[in-house]
């Protein structure tokens, strides 16, 4: 079983800045594509960005050029920096994981297998 946990959220001043990490445990290797999702309140749980295991990487067309996702294998761990925060940002925001070694990074939910709590991050416009 893979435990996924998620911090770095908080309240942050539009045009600000956060990064949010996944600690990955319950699983050795690197092999696994992972991915941040989002969810506002009222609103579907939406795609932000994945990474595969060689470090290919994806975006959500309205994060392009103001997110980051990367990776330190040697650590269990992944990002999210976020850069030029908006308040359509403000969402609980999800790390997951893919469970078939070597699969590719993507952007549809139901491709991930393990996911974790959630961390809050509120932008005050």
């Known amino acids: 079983q893979v435990q996924l946990v998620e911090s770095g959220g908080g309240l942050v001043q539009a045009g600000g800045s956060l990064r949010l990490s996944c600690a990955a445990s319950g699983r050795t290797g690197s092999s696994y594509a992972m991915g941040w999702f989002r969810q506002a309140p009222g609103k579907e749980r939406g795609f932000v960005a994945s990474?595969?295991?060689?470090?290919?990487?994806i975006y959500a067309d309205s994060v392009k050029g103001r997110f980051t996702i990367s990776r330190d294998n040697a650590k269990n761990t992944m990002y999210l920096r976020m850069n030029s925060l908006k308040a359509e940002d403000t969402a609980v925001y999800y790390c997951?994981?893919?469970?078939?070694?070597?699969?590719?990074?993507?952007?549809?939910?139901?491709?991930?297998?393990?996911w974790g709590q959630g961390t809050q991050v509120t932008v005050s416009s």
């Open positions: 997951a994981a893919r469970k078939q070694a070597l699969a590719r990074a993507t952007s549809r939910w139901d491709e991930y297998a393990y």
């Open positions: 990474i595969s295991w060689s470090g290919v990487t």
